[in-house]
Structures are given as C-alpha cells and as structure tokens.
C-alpha cells in the first residue's frame, strides 16, 4: 500500500479537502499541487512572499517523507501572469532549487484553485535509499 504524506502544518487540506499533500509510491514522492497561502488559507498579496510560501510547504512535505529539494526530479508549475512573474519566481526558486536541477515545466493559465494565487508547484522526488 502506498504511504500517505501529510504534514501537521497541511492536515486540514487532507480532512477538509480529501486529498493527500503527497503520497509515496515506490522510490517516488509524488506531491500534489501547492500554492503559497497563509496559516489561515488566505493569499498574500506579494508575489514574493507566495512564491516563498509555496516553496516551505513544499519543504515540509519533503522533510516529512525523509528527502530534501535536492531530490526532487521534477517540477511543473502553473503561473498566473507567467511573463509578469517569472522574475521574481525564478529568483525565489533560486533560493530552493539548486544543482543538481529538476526537470520543469512552466504552464501559463487563466485561474488556479484559490483565487488570488499566482503559482500552483507540482514535484515529484526520488526518496533517498
């Protein structure tokens, strides 16, 4: 049976949402979207401080599953304003994606779940042995 990832910090979006933060599948962390919001699910305005958000809790997943930035293998983002944005996301990325670098997929879209967000993370990690 595949083993569910659900970080304290994220628990409320596994009850009242029902889907899991992440779910090990094999070797595999697949991680479920995620946008950068505040403790009480509210959306920054600061496109920085988002894009930060959506990186920790990211962090805490992996933490959580007993891997690290470093093991993520691939990465799809999904951006509102992409070409307003990618800026400063490739600067904040920059402060958790180092070498050596997962693939990645940028895709510009109309609306994200939350409205207000500007960036959905999606990865997928290689747990360590």
Known sequence: ???????????????????????????????????????????PE?????????????????????????DITEMTT?????SEHMGVFSKVRGQFIKEPYPAWTAVGTTELALPGALVEIRVTARLPE
């Open 1 to 43: 049976m595949n083993r569910r990832i659900v970080p304290a910090s994220q628990k409320m979006l596994y009850d009242n949402f029902h889907f899991a933060p992440a779910v090990v599948d094999g070797q595999n962390l697949r991680c479920s979207g995620v946008v950068g919001m505040n403790p009480d699910g509210s959306v």
């Open 46 to 70: 600061d496109p920085e401080t988002q894009f930060a958000q959506a990186f920790a809790s990211i962090g805490e997943v992996l933490e959580e599953a007993g891997a690290s930035f470093a």
């Open 78 to 82: 999904f951006h509102i304003g992409m």
